[in-house]
């Protein structure tokens, strides 16, 4: 485990909003695994929970504070074994949530209600945790309609 959680960073946030078009749809990988108990900064906070029970209330946060239009939760579900990775590395959860572009996740993450109510939450729920930003194939200007039927029956093919 590590000492000190990874956060986000303004920088890689600026940077990542540098190298992508504004309205592109992005796609965030979220790998999670929670404390056994919730380590609240605030003595005052919440009474003794599980991470994955606080993670719940930070979940409940962001739907309360965040427009269903500008997002879809693509896939959520426990991480059940590790085949490639880093010896000792696990994960308890996965989730992939799309937002209708980079701006969106942003206005949430530097909002003063995430950063003051609900980042707060994150940070007791996790013992680590990974973010990444991915994007979807171009598919403008792609003249080969067999690639697309392919990465469509990829997408629905489980």
């Not at 000190?4 to 540098?18: F, G, M, N, R």
């Not at 693509?74 to 937002?99: I, N």
Request: aromatic share 10%; no cysteine.
């Amino acid at each position: 485990m590590l000492d000190t959680l990874p956060d986000l960073s303004p920088d890689a946030l600026l940077a990542a909003a540098a190298a992508l078009p504004t309205e592109q749809p992005v796609v965030m990988l979220n790998l999670l695994r929670y404390r056994a108990q919730a380590a609240y900064d605030d003595p005052t906070a919440p009474p003794p929970r599980t991470g994955q029970e606080a993670y719940k209330a930070y979940i409940d946060a962001f739907l309360q504070f965040n427009d269903p239009a500008e997002f879809t939760l693509v896939f959520q579900g426990a991480a059940r074994a590790q085949l490639v990775g880093l010896p000792g590395e696990q994960w308890d959860e996965v989730a992939l949530v799309e937002y209708r572009n980079l701006g969106v996740f942003r206005r949430w993450v530097e909002s003063d209600v995430y950063a003051r109510q609900v980042a707060p939450i994150r940070r007791a729920a996790l013992a680590d945790w990974r973010l990444l930003l991915l994007t979807r194939p171009s598919t403008q200007g792609a003249a080969d309609t067999g690639y697309l039927r392919g990465l469509m029956a990829q997408e629905t093919r489980y």
